[in-house]
């Protein structure tokens, strides 16, 4: 599969209906679709509140050329072209404060996504504004040298770096996951945690289209997993006894099984699993006439005997 040990791919369909459905939660979509930025402005900052009217919809494909040259990044002119870069559109963002007018936009941003020492960094590099409907030329200059370059820098730092889970499953507890976003998905790749980081995976070879959500576990992996599910077997036992009546008698009995060994390694194809079990089994039965008709036997017994006696 790979040289990871884990794999876990999300396609941008997938991510952009969790987007829709979370923004359709009234508690979240007041959370997460409403705030204030503080935006640098010389020795002080001044608040630029915002709205998105919709939710946002990403894009996670290369930049094109056009969307290159027409971002604006934090110095006001168009961002160095970087690696794994997508693009993240808000259809309605509003926008206002001191100095800027209320107004709503269609924004598109260029960003990336990254994980370092298990945290999530996601970094605006630049802004594609539409001031098409700006006409004050005096407006525009304002959005694109003032207004969009520092809501960025003030974006780095709202954002942040949000802390990534590690993952415990199934007997295996993996490291810290690098992510790539590209080809239409974002996919993360872990090892497991006595093994060296992943490196960062190229979804382009790994999936030859994106996938709704799917998980690759790669062989070795995959074998600890089974290996680890089977170990607590050994040494394991149960027993049963009892007895049952069946007319003339009783039968009474008694068993045991022990798991001595339990091994597993994965066959040929990689969702079959060989398992090994080796097992002590003891087993006792017995029968135990009533007693009535013992005695009734021993009496046939005794009066056949002084029958032949008599000859």
């Known amino acids: 599969m790979t040289r990871c040990d884990l794999v876990v791919a999300l396609g941008q369909d997938t991510l952009n209906d969790l987007l829709r459905s979370s923004a359709s939660r009234p508690g979240v979509r007041d959370t997460l679709l409403n705030g204030t930025l503080q935006v640098p402005s010389g020795d002080r900052s001044i608040p630029l509140d915002w709205a998105l009217g919709e939710p946002p919809v990403l894009s996670l494909h290369e930049p094109t050329d056009d969307e290159w040259r027409a971002a604006i990044g934090p110095r006001g002119v168009p961002p160095a072209r970087v690696p794994g870069a997508f693009t993240v559109l808000l259809p309605r963002l509003t926008v206002s404060g001191p100095g800027v007018k209320r107004a709503t936009r269609r924004v598109k941003l260029l960003c990336t996504l990254a994980a370092r020492s298990g945290t999530l960094d996601f970094t ?60 239409g998905m974002v996919v993360g790749a872990a090892n497991t945690a006595d093994r060296p980081p992943a490196p960062a995976p190229d979804p382009a070879t790994l999936f030859p289209r994106a996938p709704a959500f799917e998980v690759l576990l790669s062989r070795a992996a995959l074998e600890r997993a089974a290996r680890a599910a089977v170990a607590g077997l050994a040494g394991r036992s149960d027993s049963a006894r009892g007895s049952s009546s069946f007319g003339i008698g009783r039968a009474q009995y008694e068993g045991r099984v022990q798991v001595n060994a339990a091994t597993a390694r994965v066959a040929g194809d990689p969702l079959e699993l060989d398992v090994d079990i080796s097992l002590s089994v003891h087993a006792e039965a017995g029968i135990d006439l009533f007693r009535d008709i013992g005695e009734a036997l021993n009496h046939a017994a005794e009066g056949i005997g002084r029958a032949l006696a008599s000859y």
């Open 124 to 183: 605006p590099l630049g802004a594609e504004l539409d001031l098409r409907h700006v006409p004050d030329p005096s407006d525009r200059a304002v959005y694109r040298h003032i207004v969009v370059p520092r809501a960025l820098r003030a974006a780095l730092v709202l954002l942040g770096r949000t802390a990534l889970p590690r993952i415990d499953v199934a007997g295996l507890s993996f490291g810290d996951f690098a992510l790539t976003a590209g080809a």
